[in-house]
């Protein structure tokens, strides 16, 4: 299959979101003197990746996660925050973490060079990920970043990617292929709007689900094999 259009997601894919969130977490608790820094990361995390999975099943909304995830946090310590003022603040300082793994800015060079056109497609919040990008090394090699927050729906629903193809010129999902590290958003979000999908999986996980993808891979090396072989 030739491909000219590559979608690719960006946290945990490209963009290294744990390193982000641990420094960024770490210097806003750090600024407002919490106590326990760690044992508020301990719990926040796995907490705040429960409400993406509910944003994603449509449980909840957006603005729900953004304004509810501090405020959930804090209480769990017994203190009462206003949210929605903390997640600004913690905007402040997330947005100005672009760290991306080793070798995927050596990958999409390799791509762009040879001709592919390569797009974001991304579940997040506007402010977080436009910053994010522009502290980041692989921002040249995008056409465009397509944000769920933007288009007002996100990943796995087929309308993200109806909307991604609208913007995008000459779009055909034949020629298309969706990469991404989640089975539940990237790839059965591709499989639902009939586009061809890479489950970047480095850590070897094991696929329990429903979801089939069109190509599963390992490392950036793969992409790399199977889009320029």
């Known amino acids: 299959m030739a491909y000219t259009f590559l979608l690719f997601d960006l946290d945990h894919t490209l963009l290294d ?6 420094t960024a977490l770490t210097q806003m608790l750090e600024d407002m003197n919490f106590p326990d820094v760690e044992a508020f990361k301990d719990y926040y995390k796995p907490m705040n990746q429960g ?20 405020a959930i946090g804090f209480a769990h310590f017994g203190i009462t925050v206003d949210g929605a003022e903390i997640a600004l603040r913690y905007q402040d300082y997330i947005s100005l973490q672009g760290q991306s793994f080793p070798g995927a800015e050596e990958m999409l060079a390799e791509l762009v060079q040879v001709g592919y ?10 402010a977080i990920q436009e910053g994010r990008m522009a502290h980041s090394t692989i921002a040249p090699y995008f056409k465009e970043v397509f944000i769920s927050e933007q288009l007002q729906t996100q990943k796995p629903d087929p309308a993200f ?12 999902k034949d020629q298309t292929l969706m ?38 891979v390992s490392t950036y090396q ?8």
């Open 17 to 22: 979101f744990e390193s982000a969130e641990e």
């Open 117 to 126: 056109q390569i797009y974001g497609a991304t579940n997040g919040v506007t």
């Open 179 to 216: 990469i991404g590290d989640s089975l539940s958003a990237d790839i059965a979000g591709g499989n639902a709007a009939g586009i061809d999908t890479v489950w970047y999986n480095p850590d070897h996980k094991e696929n329990t689900s429903q979801v089939v993808p069109t190509y599963e």
């Open 222 to 229: 793969e992409i790399a094999d199977l889009l320029l072989n």
């Open 51 to 70: 409400l993406w999975k509910d944003l994603e099943q449509k449980k909840i909304t957006k603005q729900e996660l953004v304004d509810s995830r501090f």
């Open 161 to 172: 990617f109806e909307k991604v193809g609208q913007r995008i010129p000459g779009f055909s």
